[in-house]
T-cell receptor
């Protein structure tokens, strides 16, 4: 099956620093990638949708200047949490939609646990 | 209104028995897709099964089957012959096709514990 690689798997950083999370589709081209956030024991909440070569579309309530998304190629999207604060601590997970027909499925990365001290 | 509702926060099942995880959905979009994902403690989301709104038959994938009742807007997941490795969080999700975004709306999940 299709593989989405996400790293780092976990990161601990000091308050005020920026953290970059990468999401790569390893064996397919992804026209669209999605970034989700998951708090403990809660569901996944969509943060933003990114299409290759265009600006990301952010969900209501998500600060686009804080969560920078870049989708520079059909296999790579990055999420940068700028000036991270403890309330940004969460599990972040990306998913990718393969290009072409029969692409109902979204394939997920393994997630990144961010802890901001 | 919630697009996806999972009313069972936790479920227990005896090993080798079958279990049904409930999911109801709410949409006015005539074309949509329903998904089930498994999330073990390691965090990754594992795709299990997909049902399209126009599919006539219930989807099946190995030990997983989806009991799709369109009029009732339910899409329950049935796991047959439960195994210890099935213990995980299970999320029901929906994609609305007319929005064109293809993002998924997730339910709050059900934690399944398989008892030996």
């Amino acid at each position: 099956g299709a593989v989405v690689s996400q790293h780092p798997s976990w990161v601990i950083c000091k308050s005020g620093t920026s953290v970059k999370i990468e999401c790569r589709s390893l064996d397919f081209q992804a026209t669209t990638m999605f970034w989700y956030r998951q708090f403990p024991k809660q569901s996944l909440m969509l943060m933003a949708t990114s299409n290759e070569g265009s600006k990301a579309t952010y969900e209501q309530g998500v600060e686009k200047d804080k969560f920078l998304i870049n989708h520079a190629s059909l296999t790579l999207s990055t999420l940068t949490v700028t000036s991270a604060h403890p309330e940004d601590s969460s599990f972040y997970i990306c998913s990718a939609r393969p290009r072409g027909p029969y692409n109902e499925k979204l394939f997920f990365g393994s997630g990144t646990q961010l802890s901001v001290l | 209104a919630q697009k996806i509702t999972q009313t069972q926060p936790g479920m227990f099942v005896q090993e080798k028995e079958a279990v049904t995880l409930d999911c109801t959905y709410d949409t006015s979009d005539p074309s949509y897709g329903l998904f089930w994902y498994k999330q073990p403690s390691s965090g990754e989301m594992i795709f299990l099964i997909y049902q399209g709104s126009y599919d006539q038959q219930n989807a099946t994938e190995g030990r997983y089957s989806l009991n799709f009742q369109k009029a009732r807007k339910s899409a329950n997941l049935v796991i047959s012959a439960s195994q210890l490795g099935d213990s995980a969080m299970y999320f029901c999700a929906m994609r609305e096709d007319q929005t064109g975004a293809n993002n998924l709306f997730f339910g709050t999940g059900t934690r399944l514990t398989v008892i030996p």
